[in-house]
């Protein structure tokens, strides 16, 4: 059963590839039409069945402007449901931290920007601003009876759409602030799908440099092709801990004509071939597709795997 109050070893050991499933928060944010809750429920037990455990559930934001995450709560009790299961919520403020802290979910993610025009569109602060709600929140779970863990994700990491080039040392900056106030891991994300490898290298060694040996989660998207090549750059630098959504759901307000995020069923292909096992089952998650095509049908549904199928041969 999901333990809340689990160490950041319990939940993400630094011994295993992890790949988390953000289909259901991230995956769908955008989206003109959504899966059912029992749908949702059902997507989740392919998932789990197929050997995923890391579930980015839903998001505290108001059900008026967000009904596709109104039973993000329904769906946390659903992942505690399973053993070994853990479940994330996204939180942009104070209101929906408290909420968070009282729906038990195992992880609460913040969410601040490299770019200071970005988050100024995209949160409606200053990154200053930003940074002191991120501590207050975890201030609240550190009075709370419930202690999930505090991820903060630092948006257009490699570049923004708005600003342009991202300085290295703004993202560090932000890592090295989020740290010190005591976030538990920090995510790294290619917002509009700018990076490539030599550029996560690069990143992943100046944060080695700043926070340690702090827990990294790298989120990629495959909008100009390199998705699948950034996680393999990121997994020879030592990360453990990748995003992705079954067939490449999702999208971004600021990144016009992008794709979704990368592809789950392609990322656990690639660490395989790699040598990284991440006790996925690749033929077991790949019906869970089906459930897409029939409550999301005008969704583009992405991935090489569902296409082309895996090789008759020993891939590992």
């Given amino acids: 059963m999901t333990q809340v109050n689990s160490s950041l070893e319990d939940i993400y050991p ?41 579930f980015e559930i839903g998001s505290y934001l108001p059900a008026k402007a967000f009904p596709q995450f109104q039973d993000t709560e329904s769906l946390i009790r659903k992942i505690s449901s399973l053993n070994d299961a853990r479940s994330s919520a996204l939180v942009l403020n104070k209101r929906g931290a408290i909420n968070g802290l009282l729906g038990n979910a195992d992880e609460l993610t913040c969410v601040i920007s490299a770019s200071e025009e970005h988050n100024l569109r995209n949160a409606k602060r200053s990154r200053k601003d930003s940074l002191r709600e991120i501590s207050e929140i975890i201030s609240l779970r550190a009075d709370s009876d419930s202690k999930p863990l505090i991820s903060v994700g630092i948006a257009m990491a490699f570049g923004c759409s708005i600003q342009g080039k991202i300085d290295i040392k703004e993202v560090v900056n932000m890592a090295e602030r989020s740290v010190h106030m005591g ?47 950034n996680v393999a750059a990121a997994l020879d630098m030592g990360v453990n801990v990748f995003d992705a959504s079954l067939s490449g759901l999702g999208g971004c307000l ?22 990284f096992p991440t ?15 029939e409550q999301m049908p005008e969704e583009i549904l992405y991935g090489a795997l569902a296409r082309a199928g895996l090789p008759n041969t020993d891939y590992e």
């Fill in 183 to 229: 976030a538990d891991l920090i995510g790294i994300a290619d917002t509009v799908g700018y990076g490539g490898p030599k550029q996560v290298k690069e990143l992943i060694s100046a944060l080695r440099s700043a926070i340690g040996d702090t827990q990294l989660l790298m989120h990629f998207h495959n909008t100009r092709g390199l998705g699948l090549s």
């Fill in 14 to 54: 630094k011994g295993k590839t992890i790949i988390r499933e953000v289909g259901l928060r991230d995956g769908l944010q955008l989206v003109k039409s959504f899966p059912t809750t029992e749908a949702k429920k059902a997507w989740i037990d392919i998932d789990y069945r197929a050997g995923l455990r890391h």
């Fill in 254 to 275: 600021f990144a016009p004509k992008a794709t979704g995020n990368i592809v789950l069923e392609d990322v656990a292909f690639l660490c395989e071939t790699m040598g």
């Fill in 279 to 293: 006790g996925i089952d690749i033929n077991t998650l790949l019906p869970a597709r089906k459930i897409l095509q």
